[in-house]
């Protein structure tokens, strides 16, 4: 079981992390002390009202280049935000909250919603996240592990 961030841990510049909240047991994730905010590869996202409440439908690819193991995700909307690219290209994006659970410690962060199909990462972890505990070294990779090989080969051996 997880457990609540309270002294810096280090991590590797990308990490496998789980949302365990929307049913991704494993996703690969690039940690971002140069990204403000967090961000997840999202898809057909449709907005929608619950009980007078905004509401995000979503679907969430955990593996590069494939839709196994995809899932369709429905969260509150918390905001939406412009957020711009590494590029400088300016967005509007939906903003949830979401649970990480990183080298093992849960972290509840703001995850803007948007398509990361040209990126090598489906999701990122940016400095808001990772100051709730963490320490990135940007020379290590993987602290914690990688996904179960037999995981990872059902998934085109994407590591």
Do not use: Y
Request: net charge negative; proline share 4%.
């Amino acid at each position: 079981m997880s457990e609540p961030v309270h002294s810096s841990t280090i991590a590797g510049w990308r990490e496998w992390v789980a949302l365990p909240a929307i049913g991704v047991p494993w996703i690969k994730a690039k940690l971002d002390t140069g990204a403000r905010t967090s961000s997840l590869h999202a898809f057909d996202m449709e907005e929608f009202e619950r009980d007078g409440e905004s509401f995000v439908r979503f679907g969430v690819q955990p593996w590069q280049g494939s839709d196994e193991d995809a899932v369709t995700v429905e969260c509150p909307v918390l905001d939406r935000r412009s957020v711009r690219s590494s590029s400088g290209h300016s967005e509007e994006r939906i903003v949830v909250l979401l649970d990480i659970v990183l080298l093992g410690k849960a972290l509840t962060a703001e995850v803007t919603l948007t398509n990361r199909d040209s990126m090598g990462f489906r999701m990122l972890i940016g400095r808001e996240a990772l100051e709730q505990g963490f320490a990135v070294d940007a020379a290590q990779s993987f602290i914690g592990g990688r996904a179960p090989r037999t995981v990872r080969r059902q998934n085109r051996g994407r590591s």
